[in-house]
């Protein structure tokens, strides 16, 4: 009779901490995902249009395919996509948990193991592409500008993401877990976590272009608060 109410007490104090640490984790995820970080302007103006798109819950940064400064077919090819159509005007780049990204097109395919392996930083990553022909600015997807500058920085935060072959390209991760015709996934770099997830690299990229961004964000629904 003790040793059941020792583990009956265990558990209920496990139970307790649980319930605190996710109480914690998300106050502190909502302040510090309102409270902003300042742009950091470099003087030149804003000739670069984006946005910051949204599925509901996972963010793209979305930047313009062919620039001077930068043609995203180089890096990420429109032959990898299933439809291999070239007219796109705009490519979405997000980061995520690659075991997350490719066995789990919809909410009711998530698993237990893929879920612990995603939010415990056990798994590899990748970068998900995809393209579009047109967007249209709403509650889920928000333009903003930016400077040269400020695109040029973007751009290499995001090639830093990348794992590379040896001679410097993209690895293209062959699967057919693609969500649609005009999408594709790449090796990436880094880990994945409840403390560094998707948004988190997205919210880390608009920081590092000296963008507006939140202090920390774990959800989309701080990175959409600062560009509302």
Known sequence: ??????????????????????????????LLSRSSVAEQT?????????WVFSNGVHTDIVLPMHTPYKDWNETFPYANTRGKDTS???????????????????????????????????????????????LSSNELCRPFTMSVGQFQKVIQYIDNSLEKDAFGHSIYISTNAQYGQDDAFY??????????TCNT??????????????????FDKGILYQYR
């Open 1 to 30: 009779m003790k040793v059941v109410k020792k583990i009956a007490k265990t558990m209920l104090w496990i139970l307790i901490g649980f319930v605190v640490f996710v109480a914690v984790y998300w106050l502190m995820e909502r």
């Open 201 to 218: 690299w997205t919210n880390n990229g608009l920081k590092a272009g000296g963008l507006k961004a939140s202090r920390w964000t774990a």
């Open 88 to 134: 796109f005007n705009w490519i979405a780049i997000g980061w995520g948990d690659k075991g997350f990204y490719l066995n789990t097109p919809e909410w009711k395919d998530l698993t237990f193991s893929t879920a612990f392996v995603a939010m415990t930083g056990l798994g590899k990553t990748a970068l998900h592409v995809t393209y579009y022909k047109n």
């Open 187 to 196: 090796e990436a770099k880094g880990s994945y976590s409840m403390f560094h």
């Open 42 to 50: 470099d003087g030149q103006p804003k000739t670069i249009a984006a």
